[in-house]
């Protein structure tokens, strides 16, 4: 890690040890400008700011990252534990304050601030306290960033992305929610235990809500290429469609189950984050479930201005479309029912 803007290179005396240090070379050419060095900031240094902040590191994803967060003596306390790891990591520039002018000139801002649920509480039911701190969080952020990307994690999710992108003026392609990139995830490593195979094999999508209403594709799944329902149906194997909507159910039941047995959710949505991070800043243009400004896809309502998740293409630009993923009238269905849930919470903001 390089300095942290809480150190200095000037030894005893105001002697600067670096150049000191380094004899050095004559001649040489400016850095391009074009390499322009790339930085995220992590907005909420709580379980899952930290999980995402230390996934991004591991991942050797960009040259600065900033946190930010309303405490400061934890703050500083994650800051230096991190930047205590210099020696394991790849050199990241690691700053922390608890104003945003730290967060100046990012590429990604991730936002993970804000209350979390208790055992047994929706995702909904965070929302009031939510949006009251994103009117304290967004527009800093965009003052000191207007070309960023917006990365919203903090829950309820999808709604959360869309009080982001009214609050922040920014064009929907740069607003994204991490909605079921997670769930999908639980949905994979389900399926794929289910049939013993490795995760990454099982192609599978949970879209909607990130939440109670989320929905299935059970009809577009497959392993290793291979289309698994139309594939059980040539064999004339017979699965039970109540075995599906169990799996289904243990993934809406998963962040239930674990924040119950832990208290709150944080390592896979560390991974999760730090995925879209890569695919975006790393312009990867590969397809997420991730919640973005959804009317009109799928026979959505038009003039819903919801966000929920969709299959999307991540890259540079942010969400560089969505991809028309074959759905069953019963999935697209209840994917119409998961957006009209979230019209019907946001209606009542008054945004
Ligand atoms: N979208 C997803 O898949 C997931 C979302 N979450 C959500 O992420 C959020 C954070 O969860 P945790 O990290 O477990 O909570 P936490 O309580 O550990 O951390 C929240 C942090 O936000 C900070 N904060 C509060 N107000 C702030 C402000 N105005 N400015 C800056 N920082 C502020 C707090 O000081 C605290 O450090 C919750 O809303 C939770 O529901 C959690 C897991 C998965
Ligand atoms: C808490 C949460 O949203 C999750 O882990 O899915």
Redesign the pocket.
């Known amino acids: 890690m390089q300095k942290s803007a809480s150190t200095s290179s000037l030894g005893p005396g105001g002697l600067d040890l670096s150049q000191a240090f380094f004899k050095p070379i004559q001649n040489t050419a400016p850095p391009s400008s074009t390499n322009r060095n790339s930085k995220i900031s992590v907005?909420?240094?709580?379980?899952?700011?930290m999980a995402i902040a230390q996934t991004i590191l591991t991942q050797d994803l960009v040259d600065e990252l900033a946190l930010?967060?309303?405490?400061p003596d934890?703050l500083r306390g994650e800051m230096l534990d991190l930047q205590h790891a210099a020696a394991f990591l790849p050199r990241t520039k690691i700053l922390a304050s608890v104003d945003y002018s730290a967060t100046v000139g990012s590429d990604l801002c991730i936002v993970?601030?804000?209350?979390?649920?208790v055992a047994g509480e929706s995702?909904l039911n965070?929302l009031q306290r939510?949006v009251a701190?994103f009117r304290?969080?967004i527009p800093p952020l965009v003052k000191y960033s207007p070309d960023c990307i917006l990365l919203i994690?903090?829950?309820p999710?999808d709604v959360l992305t869309y009080v982001a992108w009214k609050l922040s003026g920014l064009p929907s392609n740069r607003v994204v929610?991490?909605?079921t990139n997670?769930d999908s995830s639980r949905f994979r490593f389900l399926i794929a235990d289910h049939l013993d195979v490795n995760a990454q094999d099982v192609q599978a999508y949970i879209v909607g809500e990130?939440g109670d209403s989320s929905v299935a594709l059970w009809s577009s799944i497959s392993v290793g290429g291979v289309p698994v329902l139309s594939f059980l149906k040539k064999q004339q194997i017979a699965y039970e469609k109540e075995t599906l909507e169990k799996i289904h159910k243990a993934v809406v039941d998963s962040?239930y189950e674990v924040i119950s047995l832990k208290g709150?959710?944080?390592w896979a949505?560390g991974y999760?984050a730090a995925n879209l991070a890569r695919s975006i800043l790393r312009d990867q243009r590969k397809i997420h479930p991730v919640s973005v400004l959804a009317k009109g896809f799928y026979g959505i309502n038009s003039n819903y201005d919801v966000f929920l998740s969709l299959p999307a293409l991540l890259g540079r630009g942010g969400v560089l479309g969505v991809t028309d993923v074959h759905l069953t009238d019963e999935e697209a269905s209840r994917l119409r029912e998961s957006a009209k849930t979230i019209a019907e919470v946001q209606s009542q903001l008054g945004l």
């Open positions: 907005i909420g240094a709580g379980n899952v700011g930010v967060d309303a405490k934890k993970t601030a804000g209350a979390r649920q995702r965070l939510n701190l304290d969080i994690v903090s829950n999710v929610g991490s909605g997670l990130h962040a709150y959710t944080s949505i999760s």
